[in-house]
């Protein structure tokens, strides 16, 4: 099936930084989804991101399919953005294959 | 729109009980749902594609006759552990696509005692 490895696995931040998550995988993807795991564990839908880029507010994403990554920035972080970071792909069959997350948390 | 409900939020069950969670597709209807574990501090596998009016489909190494699916109609399915043990303490979560885009509902923490 697809690896998906994603970077780094843990990241810490001081309020207002910025960070750049990487998400790589191994196949050609139809469907390529950026999710924020809350503490209470639901899952948040930030982008819907097959190929190009999108931005939303302080976060945006970027899919070059091509190459085969994808990365979410996220800009002047604040302490709500702490949690898991899932980059999560479809190859066909329609369920999705997460990455392993990256665990940010940000401190004030 | 979108949005899938999930219920219960959390369950403690005694070993050997069953448990059952159920997996709603509100405003869109949901021929295929798919059902997710996740451990702590670890990512979500997929372990059933749950299919309405027919029969499931398991991920390997996912046990059939524990994890009973069912999906009878266009905007629910469920997910029946039976004879649940310690080891089945999990976090469980269902996922529906509409579109290309898949939605998830909020999660079941299942406390096996």
């Known amino acids: 099936g697809i690896q998906v490895e994603q970077s780094p696995p843990d990241l810490i931040l001081q309020e207002g930084a910025n960070s750049t998550l990487r998400c790589n995988f191994s196949?050609?993807?139809?469907?390529l989804q950026w999710f924020h795991q809350n503490p209470w564990g639901q899952l948040i839908n930030l982008f819907y991101i097959p190929s190009g880029t999108k931005q939303n507010g302080r976060l945006s994403a970027t899919t070059v399919a091509t190459e085969r990554y994808s990365l979410l920035y996220i800009s002047s972080s604040q302490t709500t953005d702490s949690g898991v970071y899932f980059c999560?792909?479809?190859?066909?069959?329609?369920?999705?294959?997460f990455g392993s997350g990256t665990r940010l948390q940000v401190q004030p | 729109g979108a949005v899938v409900s999930q219920h219960p939020s959390w369950v403690i069950c005694k070993s050997g009980t069953s448990v059952k969670i159920e997996c709603r597709s509100l405003d869109f209807q949901a021929t295929t749902m798919f059902w997710y574990r996740q451990f702590p501090k670890q990512s979500l596998m997929l372990m059933a594609t749950?299919?309405?009016?027919?029969?499931?489909?398991?991920e390997q190494g996912v046990e059939k006759d524990k994890f009973l699916i069912n999906h009878a109609s266009l905007t629910l399915s469920t997910l029946t552990v039976t004879s649940a043990h310690p080891e089945d303490s999990s976090f469980y979560i269902c996922?529906?696509?509409?579109?290309?885009?898949?939605?998830f509902g909020s999660g079941t923490r299942l406390t096996v005692v």
């Open positions: 996922s529906a696509r509409r579109g290309n885009m898949g939605t």
């Open positions: 749950s299919n309405e009016g027919s029969k499931a489909t398991y």
């Open positions: 196949d050609s993807v139809n469907n």
């Open positions: 999560a792909l479809d190859t066909g069959r329609r369920a999705l294959t």
